[in-house]
């Protein structure tokens, strides 16, 4: 069974930085490209940006190039989501999603992760 | 960035009902298209893949199609267990972007 689930949520104060992680099993790890998107509370889903299988291409939406960092550990089934500068804007449930080829693509959903930014 | 306008934003339907939930694009994106369906607190569930292909264990009252830009997603005869929000995705050009959703409610 394919599962995904995220952790490291929670409340961080604004200007912080916050790192989740997806540990994904039921599945080679290794074979698929993974991806995260978010939704803000009572918003539509944004597409946050994606990594390939050896991590040697990372590609994320313009506007939150500059303040996250997706990265992946093979070995250890994760797949991680580096938040800084984080600002009110930021507070949404975070999902990382399998983002294997199209027949695959975005087939598989983590149950979601909140992050709240405030003080 | 490619803009997924979706409409309706919302809509209440009756039981049995056809129900047609439309995306246009911006840009062409041939059929790189996916729609999701989200129930309150759970995580999207995607429904139809490549604009047209019935994901697997979804009912077969559910179906995609493509006129053009327009990109629907049609129930044709809807059930209570159909209430929730609908995302399209496309995925043919970087960054990947979704629609605003639609919530469907039963009346």
């Known amino acids: 069974e394919v599962k995904l689930v995220e952790s490291g949520g929670g409340l961080v104060q604004p200007g912080r930085s916050l790192k989740l992680s997806c540990a994904a099993s039921?599945?080679?790890?290794?074979?698929?490209?993974m991806g995260w998107v978010r939704q803000a509370p009572g918003k539509g889903l944004e597409w946050i940006g994606e990594i390939n299988k050896d991590s040697s291409t990372i590609n994320y939406t313009p506007s939150l190039k500059d303040k996250f960092t997706i990265s992946r550990d093979n070995a250890q089934n994760t797949l991680y989501l580096q938040m800084s500068k984080l600002g009110s804007e930021d507070t949404a449930i975070y999902y990382c999603?399998?983002?294997?080829?199209?027949?695959?693509?975005?087939?598989?959903w983590g149950q979601g992760v909140m992050v709240t930014v405030s003080s | 960035d490619i803009q997924m306008t979706q409409s309706p934003s919302s809509m209440s339907a009756s039981l049995g009902d056809r129900v047609t939930i439309t995306c246009q694009a911006s840009?062409?994106?041939?059929?790189?298209l996916i729609w999701f369906q989200q129930k309150p607190g759970k995580s999207p569930r995607r429904m139809i893949y490549?604009?047209?292909n019935l994901a697997n264990g979804v009912p077969s009252r559910f179906s995609g199609s493509r006129s053009g830009s327009d990109y629907s997603l049609t129930i044709i005869s809807l059930e209570s267990e159909d209430m929730a929000d609908y995302h399209c995705l496309q995925y043919k050009q970087y960054p990947l972007t979704f629609g605003s959703g639609t919530k469907l409610e039963i009346k």
């Open positions: 490549y604009a047209t």
């Open positions: 840009q062409d994106i041939g059929n790189n």
């Open positions: 039921g599945f080679n790890f290794n074979d698929y490209w």
């Open positions: 999603a399998r983002e294997g080829p199209y027949w695959e693509l975005f087939d598989y």
